[in-house]
Every structure is written in structure tokens, then in C-alpha cells.
């Protein structure tokens, strides 16, 4: 997850596990790792209802932690959810304590969520499915981001968002022109 996270695919210390369910830990994929502490049935029903499954080590600046301050031996970093009155935060599946709202934690969470970044049509667990890690394409390259700001695998000179007007990156024939139109004055000063 380390490792995964501070590549920061869309920016972020996000881990899609999209692309990492075929990555070997040791002599396993990290799916079939899941599919040992659950079933078969239960991972590919969340692959298929929540295909944008993200892992985030949030950064808290104050308390110095972000993914490269990560000691990886330790065992017991809690699962946080957040909740209406707080952050419930879990261990080996069972709800170990609440962070009050409001409050930050001065530890390592990993927070397990839908990535908001994605193009959730850019992703399809049917077609790589059952197919060895070695033999699956290089899906970064697949992936689409909802803005060219988020993407960090391609690198090109096009993921400023003050080089792009909206009418670049918006494939949405639905988007009323008001909106486009309204996007382009109030970032009149950066879009060229």
C-alpha cells in the first residue's frame, strides 16, 4: 500500500484497487489475498458494485504523517469510516473506537472509499478477470480521470487545468452551454 500510495496515481496518497488487485505479494495476487480472508463471491461483488474501491493514507500535516513516514511493519493500522457523529475506526473487522467529529487522529488510518477522480467508465473488472498479473495490459494507461488535473500517469503538458478550457475536457453533450459558458468567465484569467 506504501509503495502504491506515494506513487499518487491521481495526485493523491489513493491506492485504486483496480490497479492493484494483480499486483504478487510474495507468491500472491493481492486479490487472491482477499478472496483467502473472505470468498471469491463477496470480492467479485464488490469489484462489481464498487468498482472505484480506492485505499487513501491520509495526510495529516500536523501530526507529520503522510505515506512515506509509513512504517510498514506495523500490523494494526485501523479502517476508518466516517460516520454522521464521527470516524468509527476498525480492526480485523470489528469496530475498535470512535473519533469524535471534529477531531483528527494523531495515527496512521487507512480510509477505504470510492475514488472521486476516476472515470468510473474506464473501469471493467470482466475483462481482466481470472487472467495471470503478467499477462494483464498496463491499465494505468486505461484509466481516465474526471479532470485532466488528477492525472498523474500520463505526465503530458495537457494536465493543467489553466491550459484547458472547459469545452476541451467536458465530453458531456448534456452540460447546459450556461455552464461552460460560466466555467470559462471565472476562469477567464487562466484559460488561454
Known amino acids: 500500500m506504501k509503495e502504491e500510495a506515494i506513487k499518487k496515481f491521481d495526485k493523491n496518497y489513493n491506492v485504486l484497487y483496480y490497479l492493484v488487485k494483480d499486483r504478487k505479494i510474495k507468491e500472491k495476487t493481492f486479490r487472491e489475498l482477499l478472496v483467502e480472508t473472505s470468498s471469491e463471491e463477496q470480492i467479485s461483488q464488490i469489484e462489481n458494485n464498487v468498482p472505484l474501491l480506492n485505499i487513501l493514507i491520509p495526510e495529516i500535516a500536523l501530526f507529520n504523517i503522510k505515506a512515506e513516514n509509513l512504517e510498514i511493519k506495523d500490523n494494526e493500522i485501523p479502517v ?6 464521527g470516524t468509527y475506526l476498525y480492526l480485523n473487522g470489528k469496530m475498535e473506537m470512535i473519533v469524535p467529529k471534529g477531531e483528527i487522529p494523531d495515527f496512521y ?22 487472467i495471470a498479473a503478467s499477462k494483464v495490459p498496463n491499465l494505468e494507461k486505461q484509466i481516465r480521470f474526471l479532470s485532466p488535473e488528477y492525472d498523474n500517469i500520463n505526465n503530458n503538458e495537457n494536465n493543467n487545468i489553466s491550459n484547458i478550457s472547459a469545452n476541451t475536457y467536458v465530453e458531456n453533450n448534456n452540460i447546459h452551454p450556461i455552464v461552460l459558458e460560466s466555467y470559462n468567465y471565472f476562469y477567464s484569467d487562466t484559460v488561454t
Open 109 to 130: 488510518v487507512l480510509v477505504v472509499r470510492e475514488n472521486d477522480r476516476v472515470d468510473p467508465t474506464s473501469i471493467s473488472y470482466n475483462k481482466i478477470t481470472n
Open 80 to 85: 476508518a469510516v466516517k460516520k454522521e457523529n
